[in-house]
Structures are given as structure tokens and as C-alpha cells.
């Protein structure tokens, strides 16, 4: 990039003197006119900041954020230049021996993304959204693999509670960032604070509670406070407070069309199911039959949910006394880059056909857990459908409830995500389903799961 800001700038420097050379008096006699130029610095006084300034947004972004992940950057990820960020760039440059220019080479950006993505992995960091509240958050799933939620809130934490993630929502009449911050400062009791940040949309706090150290990020819409406290002992500082910053810019309290209390659920609701087995078991997804009062399978009558799995977002549904069912071949593959889903569509999308059908989708990964997006989404109703890469079984795409959008430096939440056909069959291994065997045609083993709720 400073190469090449710098040619431009030698042709500009040049065009404008050549120019001025040719302009001559219109008259003899007559005063040559005057040529308006625009001053521009030499190459060789570039600035580390007019190099990132010249950079796109979208760089400048990841930039800051592999920075921060190394540990070298603690200021937030805008994407704006500042000396912080030059201050950061020599930083690693001098942790690797390099020359401290604030300018990285190619190989310097290209170490720096590798380490960054390294830590990112070890941390299991991720992009989730919180069912209740719509909330986004960075999550650092392998720090905090516990979770458990409420109407207030919600909470991640490590199997000791070494380190705790506490989403927390509450109602307030007339709040105002001062006010809520200096609550915080006095709830619970015991907090030490040293550093503290008041604007009008927003406030930071951190400090101590007990012996462990604590972040703590705010804000409010109308009545409706949202916080985010990060709670981690003293020892795992080093590795923790990389991933704090992360998350404090990766906090999106209020996404665009988010709900407060979640996504209302249908009176009635149409998805996928997948035959796994002849004798009645049915594969399909766990949001779909939720809170139903009666699940039916089109064609063939009531079903039972015997069995789901919350983290796959799985549902085992058994139909009693069926027959003619055509179990699908589960032996597996793993997605490449591009599936075929085969499902049943919404009937009011569908002008009430009932017969399955086939859309392609490309399989991308999802932040650095694993998580497979597709994409286009496929439509409503779809959600269970069997995905295949080649003829073979890849997965289960799932719709998820909550679609919403937020800022450019996190991570978007996929509409539409693929639970890979290994964990299909360690779920309906679990449920002592064997789902050996089986037909390789998709549409003759796809069936209409409807969910009636009050």
C-alpha cells in the first residue's frame, strides 16, 4: 500500500509540474497565468498514520482487532486511525525484533493474522445472539462453556468460575448513563474502580470485585438497560484481557430489528423432518417444536418429541404404528462448498403444495468455532432439511429465529446454519437411534413437521 500511495504521489507530483511547464501567456507581454496546486507530502515523509488512513475501513478494522488480540492494542475497534494504533503496530514489531516503522510489511500483516486467528481459536471465540434478548455478544466458548438463562439475562462461565460472562437486562424509569454508572459503582459492594468512561450513549467501569478483576460495559434504550460484566481471577489476566476487548466491541445491546423478549413464536409453524429411521423416528428442529401443543407429521398423524439436543438445536420426533417410511442414508460427508438442501416449504409460501423440494446453498464458516453458515437461506418451512454434498449426506440446515443486523466489525449472524452429519449421528447415536442403511433419495424421505401452539 505505501509503495504504492507513493508512486501515485510521484505521478501526481509530476503531472502537476509538467503541467505548469506548458501553461504559457495567452499574449505576449501579458503575465503568465498562475496554476493552482495542492501541496503534497513527499514519499519519504509518509506517516505510519497517512499509510493506515489510506487503507479501506474494512482493513483498518481487522487491523485493530488482530492487534488486540495479541495483546498489543486496548483501544476501541473503530477502524479509526490514532497513536494508540501506531503505538500498537511498533509494539509487535518489537516483539518480533523488527524494525519499528508503524508501517507492517506483508510478512509482518501476515504473522500478525495467523497469531491472532490462533488465539481466537484457543479462546473458542464466537458471535452469538441471546435468544431472550437479541442481544449480540463475542462469546470465548472454551472459557465459558457453561451457560444458563433467564428473563433477566443470561451467564457463561468456566466450570470453577474462573472467568464469568454475565449478560444482565432490567427496566428503569428515566435512566441516564451517569445514573446507571454510578449504581454500578455501588452494586454489589466491595467494587474497586480504576478506570471509568461516561458518554451520553454508552459507560465503561473496571476494576476490582473481590479478588477478581471485572469489566463492565452499559447502555440503555427508552426504559430497557442492558449490561455486560466480565468477571476473571487475576492469574488468567494475560489471557483474558485480549478477549475483553473483543467483546466490549463486539457488544451490540440493541441490533437493528432486534425484539426485547425474543422473536414471537407462531400460532402455528411449519418445518422439515427427516426420516432416520423405518420404525418412526424422525429427525427435525428443536426451535420448530417447542412449546407446542401437538406436533403432527403430514401424512401420517400426531408425533412425540422423545429428544433434543439445546447446543446442536436438534429434536428426535417418533411417530407410532407408521408405515411405508423411507429412512435416509446418514453414512456422512463433510460439506465442502456447496450443498443441495431438500425440504418442504412454508404452504404459505408454497400456494399449499405439499411436495419436497431441492435449492442449492454454499457452506461458509462462521467466526473460528466451527459453525457452517449457508447461504442464500433457503425458505421458510426449510428449516430440518436434509443437506447433501454429492449424493451424500452432509448435515441438517437449520433457520435460526432471531435474524438480526448490527455493526461492520462484528461478525453477522447467519440466517440459515448446517449441523454437520457428525453431529447428526453422535445426537441420534445418543438416542439410541440406528440410522444404518437407509435410501439415498432425499425427497422420499423429507416429511411436513407442523407445530400447533396456542
Known amino acids: 500500500m505505501r509503495s504504492w500511495l507513493a508512486a501515485t504521489l510521484m505521478l501526481m507530483t509530476a503531472g502537476t509540474s509538467a ?49 488486540a488480540w495479541v495483546g498489543q492494542y486496548n483501544g476501541a475497534i473503530t477502524g479509526e486511525v490514532s497513536d494508540r494504533m501506531v503505538a500498537a503496530i511498533k509494539e509487535f514489531q518489537k516483539s518480533r525484533g523488527s524494525r519499528q516503522t508503524g508501517v507492517l510489511n506483508p ?15 484457543n479462546v473458542g471465540w464466537k458471535i452469538v445472539i441471546d435468544p431472550v434478548t437479541g442481544v449480540r455478544l463475542g462469546i470465548p466458548a472454551k472459557l465459558v462453556p457453561q451457560q444458563s438463562s433467564d428473563a433477566s439475562g443470561a451467564k457463561w462461565s468456566s466450570p470453577t ?3 464469568q460472562v454475565v ?50 460495559r452499559g447502555t ?64 427435525a428442529d428443536r426451535e420448530i417444536t417447542d412449546d407446542c401443543l401437538a406436533i403432527a407429521i403430514s401424512g401420517y398423524g400426531n408425533a412425540d418429541r422423545v429428544a433434543d439436543d439445546k447446543d446442536r438445536g436438534l429434536a428426535l420426533l417418533r411417530i407410532y404404528g407408521a408405515r411405508g417410511l423411507k429412512a435416509l442414508d446418514l453414512e456422512g460427508s463433510t460439506a465442502k462448498s456447496a450443498v ?15 411436495s419436497p423440494s431441492s435449492v442449492k446453498a454454499q457452506v461458509a464458516q462462521v467466526g473460528s468455532g466451527g459453525d457452517l453458515a449457508l447461504s442464500p437461506p433457503p425458505a421458510l418451512g426449510f428449516s430440518g432439511a436434509a443437506a447433501l454434498d454429492d449424493g451424500k449426506f452432509a448435515g441438517i440446515a437449520l433457520l435460526k429465529p432471531a435474524v438480526v443486523a448490527g ?27 440406528d440410522a444404518s442403511g437407509g435410501s439415498s433419495d432425499a425427497k422420499a424421505s423429507v416429511l411436513r413437521v407442523i407445530c400447533a401452539r396456542k
Not at 454500578?184 to 478506570?195: Q, S, W
Not at 425474543?262 to 423416528?281: I, L
Not at 443441495?340 to 405439499?354: F, K, R, V
Open 107 to 121: 510478512q509482518e500483516r501476515s504473522v500478525l493474522a495467523e497469531t491472532a486467528r490462533r488465539r481466537q481459536d
Open 19 to 67: 503541467n505548469a511547464q506548458m501553461t504559457a501567456p495567452a499574449t505576449v507581454g501579458t503575465k503568465p497565468k498562475t496554476v493552482a496546486t495542492v501541496p503534497i507530502r513527499p514519499p519519504g515523509l509518509q506517516s505510519p498514520a497517512d499509510t493506515a488512513s489510506a487503507m479501506a475501513q474494512a482493513e483498518r478494522l481487522a487491523l485493530q482487532s488482530d492487534l
Open 407 to 433: 455493526p461492520a466489525n462484528t461478525t453477522p449472524a447467519a440466517q440459515a446454519v448446517l449441523v454437520s452429519a457428525a453431529s447428526v449421528q453422535e445426537f441420534l447415536k445418543a438416542n439410541g437411534v
Open 167 to 216: 449478560l444482565t437486562r432490567r427496566k428503569e424509569a428515566n435512566p441516564t448513563t451517569a445514573k446507571l454508572a454510578e449504581r454500578e459503582r455501588k452494586e454489589p459492594t466491595g467494587r474497586t474502580i480504576d478506570y471509568t468512561v461516561v458518554k451520553p450513549d454508552f459507560f465503561v467501569l473496571s476494576g476490582l470485585q473481590g479478588l477478581k478483576k471485572f469489566y463492565l
Open 220 to 283: 440503555f434504550r427508552g426504559d430497557e438497560v442492558r449490561i455486560l460484566t466480565i468477571l476473571y481471577d487475576q492469574a488468567t489476566e494475560n489471557t483474558v484481557e485480549p478477549v475483553v476487548i473483543a467483546m466490549s466491541s463486539a457488544f451490540n445491546p440493541f441490533p437493528s430489528g432486534a425484539q426485547i423478549g425474543g422473536p414471537p413464536r407462531k400460532g402455528v409453524e411449519y418445518g422439515t423432518g427427516v426420516v432416520v429411521s423405518d420404525d418412526g423416528a424422525i429427525l
Open 161 to 163: 468460575g474462573t472467568v
Open 340 to 354: 443441495e438442501l431438500t425440504g418442504i416449504a412454508d404452504p404459505q409460501t408454497q400456494g399449499g403444495a405439499a
